[in-house]
């Protein structure tokens, strides 16, 4: 079972911060939105660059085409200025013809060498964040499964899908280009100097008021977009618990309440957006507003200066043009280390979870110490003495010690909760025993590597699961090349062939997400096919207990005992006819094994089997009599 509970403790348990609600911080914190790196760190760029490796040649290309074009364009403005000086020359049409040339051509390269400058930083930084990607999921198929029972499917999916856009938006979005920007500032100010130095300090003056502002503005917008994240958050959990109760929602008529509550989700969203895009546009009013005023004091100064020192009309030109240039990379540069903070605390998150040390690993390391194997060539499966427990401190089965010989049929019973489907998943290794040990053909299941005890079983679980695709695609899961004859033979066996050929479309029918399209009934019986198909010599089958049709239950039945005959079965039983088929019960009470042996040994001891047994039965007539 996926809970997706949040543990404040493993979140670091604080308050709801002022001005949020409860449900807020605790999405936030769920979704880890709130924690934005707030310098530069090097491991995490370090981690970065094994992904990055492979495709750097791409990126230096880029750099080295940016630095290019930032030292193209601060050129035009100097040649502009140097082109109205020579007007004062005589030979000015000359000069005039050949410095538009020289603009003309300077600008052509500055353009044409944009475009794969963008191209190829986008390329690297999309490349790489793909192999990421890959990699993390990679990286979720060898967790073991208590990992997900303690990590909210939400976050994996952050982890896999936002993390790694923010870093490749480090790239689409031009954050590297800051260093373009750095080398054009600094040149700006290099030239401006030469030129002119009283000039370029009346400008300059403008710099820290200006620098002040855009980092408070700066911060305020990242707090919006912090909001935004978290707002976002909000709204697809809301979305995705409306979607997938929608049966709910229609059956108790609660459109109304739910298109309410949406109402509220959806303003306090639309208010955070509302919030980063007039501080965006504060922002770039309040630059161009310093611009024209720069401008205005470099004319007015010039006009001062030119009744004893007259400033000469190219300079005039060249400033104009640098101040229109200069306060843009001071504005970009704090927006674009925004961006690279965002992008290294997506990496920063990623590389938690990369860290994990539950490795659900494919060759286990030696068997615990004392944990002998024994060799029993008559056992198939046997747990001996096993205590387990999900979460530490509650235990769920209590020195449980079942075993089941080649061939032998087992069913377990007991109430719900018991234990039960425990039991298969230790046998499965899907999660380990805290005490006792767990075999399988005589080998600890520790010891034994992952495919090959998986290979062993065929499991059919309560909830089946069905993949898009198709039915035949779905029988042969696990394979990819479907073996057709091998799917109508499994059909076939469980008697089942005629129900799904029947459709439209027969075995290649489409399967909807999550097998939507067909039957609770309809996905066992598929899964039965699936048992069948992959012909393991153990198999485990979750009974369903949802009510169905008696056509249905009749296949079911037909499938069942096609899927025992020749193999070892754990069944964890809940029809009546099934208990009687096999060779022995097991009876749990709470995580307790408390009865064992075969039906009629069980009824005429008069336990709890016989106490179960009994209830189901009376059950079983009461609704035949109806
Ligand atoms: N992944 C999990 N994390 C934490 N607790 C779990 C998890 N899966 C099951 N449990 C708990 O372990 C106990 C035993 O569950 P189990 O599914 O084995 O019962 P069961 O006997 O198969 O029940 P049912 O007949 O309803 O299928 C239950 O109390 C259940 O809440």
Request: hydrophobic share 50%.
């Amino acid at each position: 079972m996926t809970t997706l509970s949040v543990d404040p403790k493993a979140n670091g348990a604080k308050a709801a911060a002022p001005g949020k609600t409860r449900a807020e911080t605790a999405l936030a914190r769920f979704h880890e939105e709130d924690r934005l790196g707030e310098g530069l760190d090097a491991n995490i760029l370090a981690g970065l660059w094994p992904f990055m490796r492979p495709h750097a040649k791409w990126l230096v290309l880029s750099l080295v085409l940016l630095l290019l074009g930032s030292g193209l364009a601060v050129l035009q403005p100097w040649l502009m200025g140097r082109t109205f000086d020579a007007f004062e020359h005589p030979d000015a049409a000359r000069t005039l013809m050949q410095m538009g040339a020289l603009i003309l051509v300077l600008k052509l390269v500055e353009q044409s060498i944009a475009f794969p400058q963008v191209y190829l930083m986008q390329l690297a930084g999309a490349r790489a964040s793909g192999d990421l990607r890959a990699h993390v999921f990679r990286f979720l198929h060898t967790r073991k499964l208590g990992f997900f029972d303690r990590t909210p499917v939400g976050r994996l999916v952050t982890r896999v899908t936002n993390d790694v856009d923010a870093i490749n938006e480090m790239f689409a979005s031009g954050t590297l280009n800051a260093i373009g920007d750095l080398v054009r500032l600094v040149l700006i100010i290099v030239v401006m100097l030469r030129r002119d130095w009283q000039l370029a300090l009346i400008t300059f003056v403008a710099v820290p008021p200006v620098a002040l502002g855009v980092m408070w503005t700066r911060r305020r917008i990242r707090d919006a977009f912090r909001e935004i994240r978290v707002k976002t958050a909000r709204m697809n959990a809301y979305l995705n618990e409306q979607i997938s109760g929608m049966a709910v929602v229609q059956a108790y008529a609660r459109e109304e309440q739910s298109a309410l509550e949406f109402d509220d989700i959806n303003e306090a969203y639309r208010q955070a957006n509302n919030r980063s895009i007039v501080f965006d546009a504060a922002l770039d009013a309040a630059i161009e507003l310093v611009q024209s005023l720069c401008i205005a004091a470099v004319l007015w100064y010039a006009g001062v200066r030119s009744l004893s020192d007259r400033v000469s009309f190219g300079t005039l030109v060249t400033f104009v043009a640098y101040i229109e240039m200069f306060f843009i990379p001071i504005r970009d540069l704090s927006a674009r280390m925004t961006q690279l903070q965002s992008a290294l605390a997506g990496a920063e998150r990623i590389f938690q979870l990369l860290d994990n040390k539950d490795e659900d690993a494919p060759v286990p390391a030696a068997a615990a110490e004392g944990q002998a194997e024994k060799k029993d060539d008559t056992i198939a499966f046997e747990l001996d003495h096993v205590d387990f427990e999900y979460k530490p401190g509650v235990p769920i089965l209590r020195d449980v010690s079942i075993h089941a010989g080649k061939g032998e049929k087992i069913a377990l019973v007991g109430a719900t909760g018991a234990g039960k489907t425990t039991v298969a998943s230790l046998l499965l290794r899907l999660y380990e025993a805290k005490q006792g040990s767990v075999r399988v053909f005589g080998r600890d299941v520790r010891n034994a590597p992952r495919d090959e005890l998986r290979k062993s079983f065929a499991v059919v679980p309560q909830e089946v699961f069905l993949f898009p695709g198709t039915i035949a695609s779905n029988i042969a899961a696990g394979d990819v090349e479907v073996d057709r004859a091998r799917v109508v033979r499994a059909l076939e066996r469980i008697g089942a062939l005629d129900l799904f050929e029947r459709r439209e479309g027969g075995l290649e029918a489409k399967v909807e997400e999550r097998g939507s399209n067909f039957s609770a009934g309809e996905r066992q019986l598929i899964a039965f096919a699936r048992a069948l198909y992959r012909d393991p010599p153990i198999l485990v089958l979750d009974e369903a207990t949802a009510n169905i049709d008696s056509d249905t239950e009749a296949r079911l039945q037909k499938a069942v005992w096609a899927a025992m005959q020749g193999r070892t079965a754990l069944i964890i039983a809940h029809r009546l006819s099934t208990i009687r088929a096999v060779d022995r019960i097991v009876v749990f009470h709470k995580g307790r094994v408390v009865e064992q042996g075969s039906h009629e040994t069980l009824l005429a001891q008069g336990g709890a089997y016989a106490r179960l047994y009994q209830l189901q039965f009376s059950r079983t007539e009461a609704h035949a009599a109806e």
